[in-house]
């Protein structure tokens, strides 16, 4: 579908929008910092917390944040292959941050061999197991053809950990979210019809969003 990704960041105390853009990009993953960034400077915010669903989770952006003075709670989606197939997750699989090792579900440890770079640039280090051939858990770690487990973990992957305990301590911070972040669109959609902008070229789409967000701040300061 051709279309444009509009981009709201609303304020918690006062439920005003903070910060808005407009992209053409097809999913929300490279979102976060840049919006959350937007928000703390109108908001002349020394540090911010931002909530936002798992269509923003990314590393690169969660690190972003962590930068910029941002704690961010993303609700996180489980992408495993292996757990989809039956097999152990990785969170099946715990660090030893002392030691440096990973312990399988089988009480091993897998070492520290090396680093490489994934498919998106991040530098990970990898992990891997010695004792796979004989082990009673195989059939449900790894699969026949694979000689022995390994696991990957990127340098900064105790960022994302911090974000998931954050979000897990604090539950009904999404349903916080949801009541936040979704109640504007819905209000949008009843101004401008759900399916359409009233202008095209996103220059154009974008004075016409800016507009719609002035009057949806003034509207909503009025009745505060």
């Known amino acids: 579908m051709i279309g444009y990704n509009v981009q709201i960041a609303v304020d918690d105390k006062h439920h005003l929008i903070a910060g808005h853009d407009v992209t053409v990009d097809g999913n929300d993953a490279k979102q976060l910092s840049r919006m959350a960034q937007q928000a703390k400077a109108n908001l002349a915010a020394e540090a911010l917390e931002v909530v936002a669903d798992s269509g923003y989770h990314s590393r690169a952006e969660l690190q972003h944040c962590a930068q910029k003075q941002i704690t961010p709670y993303v609700a996180s989606r489980d992408t495993s292959s292996s757990k989809s197939q039956g097999r152990y997750g ?11 090792v990973y312990r399988c579900p ?33 059939s449900h770690c790894i699969k026949p053809e694979t ?3 390994q696991q990957d973990r990127w340098e900064h992957e105790s960022l994302v950990e911090a974000n998931a305990a954050r979000v897990d301590a604090h539950p009904e911070i999404m349903s ?10 819905g209000s949008f959609k009843h101004w401008m019809g759900a399916q359409h902008f009233l202008t095209r070229r996103k220059s154009n789409v974008r004075t016409e ?15 505060c």
């Open 90 to 100: 990785k969170q099946d699989f715990i660090y030893d941050e002392q030691r440096n």
């Open 106 to 138: 089988a009480g091993e440890e897998m070492s520290f061999v090396g680093k490489v770079k994934s498919k998106t640039g991040l530098i990970m280090h990898r992990y891997r197991a010695r004792q796979c051939r004989d082990c009673r858990l195989r």
């Open 147 to 149: 000689a022995f487990k």
């Open 176 to 185: 916080r979210r949801k009541a936040l972040a979704e109640h504007p669109f």
């Open 209 to 223: 969003m800016d507009l719609t967000i002035l009057s949806y701040n003034i509207k909503r300061a009025m009745t």
